[in-house]
């Protein structure tokens, strides 16, 4: 996982590991998945602005519904993406 973030950071994106998240238009919020010991782990970043990536959520995977990333960890990434947002307008 850490290598697929340092990829990131180049401004690359690692071929297995990393997809786009679906639900937040484009490709700039980005999931990269891992296993280990048969547990499931993601880290959500974001490559909206080009001069950082913002880790917006990393947590172990433990839904009982299949594939699907859990709606708590899906509203928890829109709700940091939406304040990095906010804060980056501020600054401005």
Request: proline share 1%.
């Amino acid at each position: 996982m850490g290598y697929a973030l340092f990829l990131a950071q180049t401004g690359e994106r690692h071929a297995i590991m990393a997809k786009s998240l679906r639900g937040f238009g484009g490709g700039t919020v980005v999931e990269v998945k891992e296993s280990y010991e048969g547990n499931a782990y993601r880290a959500v970043y974001t490559v909206r602005y080009a001069e950082a990536v913002y880790v917006l959520h990393a947590f172990q995977k433990k839904s009982k519904t299949g594939i699907k990333t859990p709606k708590a960890d899906m509203n928890l990434i829109e709700k940091r993406l939406t304040e990095l947002i906010e804060e980056r307008e501020r600054r401005r």
